[in-house]
């Protein structure tokens, strides 16, 4: 293949995703809120490029399961129900207890001092976030600092599920959370200790943490609902 071409794959790729981590964020937002729909052409004026990487970026959220693509219409933001949350939420607390019972001595082998200094930076940054409320802020700290922690698993399958359900969870969690005038206290603050948990290679204690994260988020949404 030519350099020219294998350049203009590059950057197309990279357009692409430049491109779906933007309407993912405003999804996650609540900027594009559930049930707004729109084109590859709309979409593709926005942000002042062509069809092709828009139309490619729209699919990898529709894949994500943000998007539903609606035939001959475009693409719409995907509805859950407080049904998907539970069964999301039942889905991470199952895998993860299946990892702590299946791989726990791995887990304790293949961590790095590296690994660990980077997460506790970010519980100190998502439990920061979340003392206070800010929910524009805590969103993609949160997202970081539970990506980080699956990927202490070691398998990218199980990391990229479990992300997958945190990024619907606050898709459907986030307008119910902004109807609520003031979120301080409420959000769930045991970043550090979980981390701390994982540096002191404690897995019951990080087992026990995590279960009363996965309580907290349903306890949360059933009572803003």
């Known amino acids: 293949m030519p350099a020219g071409s ?22 996650l937002a609540g900027r594009l809120p559930a049930g707004r729909q729109f084109t590859v052409k709309e979409i593709a004026e926005q ?8 139309r490619e970026a729209l699919l990898d959220l529709a894949a994500q399961g943000l998007l539903d693509v609606e035939q001959h219409r475009g693409f719409c933001v995907h509805t859950f129900t407080a049904a998907d949350y539970r069964a999301m ?16 001595e ?32 805590l969103i993609g700290y949160d997202l970081r600092f539970w990506r980080e922690f699956g ?20 898709v459907f969690a986030v307008p119910m959370l902004r109807d609520k005038a003031d979120l301080c206290g409420h959000l769930w603050q045991g970043h550090q200790e979980l981390a701390a ?8 204690t990080a087992q026990r943490l995590v279960r009363e994260y996965n309580a907290h988020s349903l306890a949360l949404v059933e009572n803003l609902a």
């Open 6 to 27: 294998v350049s203009g794959v590059i950057q197309r790729s990279t357009l692409r995703q430049q491109i779906a981590d933007a309407l993912r964020d405003e999804v």
């Open 47 to 54: 942000y002042g490029v062509s069809a092709t990487p828009v």
């Open 197 to 204: 948990a994982v540096v002191h290679r404690d897995l019951a």
């Open 89 to 104: 939420v039942e889905a991470r607390t199952l895998v993860v207890e299946g990892v702590f019972r299946t791989s726990a």
């Open 106 to 137: 791995e887990l304790v082998r293949s961590v790095t001092s590296d690994m660990l200094v980077s997460l506790r930076r970010r519980a100190e940054e998502a439990e920061r976030y979340a003392r206070c409320g800010d929910l524009d802020v």
């Open 151 to 170: 990927n202490l698993v070691g398998n990218p399958y199980i990391a990229d599920f479990l992300d997958r359900m945190r990024i619907q969870g606050w």
